[in-house]
């Protein structure tokens, strides 16, 4: 276990950089690096459509610095993401930005420290789903909170489709919205196990005035006409090839749903019941987790660096240069509320799980000198897990610093790791990037200024 009070050189050319000695290594178990090297740009560390090498790297912050110079955040800002219902994992991370110190295993305990008060939490989505602990991270995220730590929440997908699942349940049958519940799919049942056994398993009453198979199917389930009647009521938003991917989806995640819940021993009427508990906790302004959706937005902007969960498109940077991140952020509050078809199979939705693929929504070269020119230089976000620690990516030519590094065990097994991850990447006022992670041997850095003074 790696125990850090700097990070010290591997190179002749790094200078020391006095980090905070991680503050609860013993309890997390987390083995974190306890020195740095400047970030590789290989295969491993940074690859992409674009070519990734260090000469592609200094020639897109020599391209945004053509449209504005950088700002660096007024204070330090650390971000996790991805989590994904794992709360070892993120308290581990929190230990990770030696400004939380973290006491106690059954019952974990988190103090702000002097450090911690000067700094920003930013959160980047995908609390939910595939992890062992969901209500334990809710609780701990609260916990952060409590401590009067400065927090941003961000929305990642895993988290909207439980919210847009559990508000379909009561809206008007509709094809464009009546198949939001079975949407969520089998990823979901974790939580609804969860959910059942804290508060419904065992119950006497727990089944009581829930309706029968039958009703509950009809309530949770698209109807049978469901896949002839939403092409045409999506022909307005979605490009026909999207739609067929959703249709073949959609009876995929029925299939595997039903099957998730039937491992588990979860009838539909239990399913239903656990909803509705599910409603009460999320939705409800007095629920336990009502704050969760409560205090989400879509993005945050901090100097020259966006965080957000997945990336951009040329519709998202229109928005941010012509009305402003504010704007996008009441826009989303106003769509989830109002309008989930059109949230989720629009651009908004798109900044939250978009992977940069041919079935995206286009990032061009006009977009990113749209962002440039608002003063965004990279883009921070998660959604695509990394195996080796965060990754920085070119896509158009414009830096992308994956953080997603896979911290959920859950994910972890199936990727050939072991036990629970932990990371955090870390903006600083003086200029630098700090990528701290479990599965890296160093922290990386990353300096512009640093870049640029090598030639290429």
């Known amino acids: 276990m790696h125990n850090m009070s700097g990070i010290d050189d591997v ?30 740009f290989d295969q ?29 955040p007024s204070r330090p800002v650390y971000f996790l993401t991805d989590p994904h219902a794992d709360a070892d994992a993120f308290t581990a991370s929190l230990a990770a930005t030696a400004c939380i110190r973290v006491s106690g295993r059954t019952n974990t305990r988190l103090e702000l420290t002097d450090a911690g008060r000067s700094g920003l939490f930013v959160i980047g989505g995908d609390c939910l789903d595939k992890g062992p602990s969901g209500l334990h991270l809710l609780r701990t995220i609260k916990k952060l909170y409590t401590t009067g730590a400065r927090v941003k929440l961000l929305a990642g997908n895993h988290d909207v489709r439980l919210m847009m699942g559990l508000r379909a349940m009561t809206l008007r049958r509709a094809p ?73 989806r959609l009876r995929k ?57 997945a990336g951009l498109d040329d519709r998202i940077c229109s928005l941010i240069e012509d009305r402003g991140i504010g704007h996008l952020n009441r826009q989303f509050r106003n769509q989830i509320k109002h309008d989930l078809f059109e949230f989720y199979y629009g651009p908004l939705a798109n900044a939250m799980r978009t992977k940069y693929r041919d079935v995206d929504m286009p990032l061009s070269r006009h977009g990113v000198k749209r962002a440039y020119r608002h003063g965004i230089h990279a883009v921070v976000h998660g959604h695509r897990n990394r195996l ?16 997603d590094v896979t911290l959920d065990r859950n994910t972890r097994r199936k990727e050939g790791l072991n036990g629970f991850g932990a990371g955090v990447t870390i903006v600083l006022p003086e200029g630098r990037v700090i990528a701290v992670s479990t599965d890296y041997p160093y922290a990386k850095i990353f300096e512009p200024e640093h870049h640029l003074k090598i030639r290429t």
């Not at 939001?180 to 089944?207: S, W, Y």
């Not at 199917?217 to 999207?242: C, G, Q, T, V």
């Not at 749903?257 to 039937?262: E, K, P, Q």
């Not at 009427?269 to 939705?283: E, P, S």
Request: glycine share 6%.
């Open 253 to 309: 995640k029925i299939d595997d749903f039903a099957d998730a819940c039937d491992t588990i021993g979860l009838s539909l009427r239990d399913v239903y019941a656990t909803a509705q508990k599910c409603r009460q906790l999320f939705l409800e302004p007095k629920g336990e987790f009502a704050w969760f959706f409560a205090r989400m937005q879509l993005t945050y902007r901090e100097g020259s660096f966006l965080f957000i969960h």
């Open 388 to 403: 080796h620690g965060q990754r920085i990516m070119l896509h158009r030519g414009m830096i992308h610093i994956e953080s």
């Open 44 to 72: 491993r560390h940074s690859a992409g459509k674009d070519p990734a090498n260090h000469a592609a790297v200094v020639k897109s912050i020599r391209q945004s610095m053509s449209h504005a110079p950088w700002q660096w």
């Open 11 to 40: 190179s002749d050319d790094l200078p020391k950089y006095p980090v905070p000695t991680y503050l609860g290594n013993d309890e997390t178990g987390a083995r974190l690096p306890d020195r740095g090297e400047y970030w590789r």
């Open 176 to 248: 464009t919205t009546e198949h939001f519940f079975i949407r969520m799919g089998p990823k979901i049942v974790p939580l609804l196990r969860e959910v059942h056994e804290e508060f419904l398993a065992g119950k006497p009453n727990a089944l009581k005035g829930i309706p029968g198979k039958r009703e509950c199917r009809r309530i949770l389930y698209p109807s049978s006409a469901w896949f002839e009647e939403f092409p045409r009521a999506a022909a307005w938003l979605m490009p026909e090839k999207a739609i067929k991917r959703e249709l073949v």
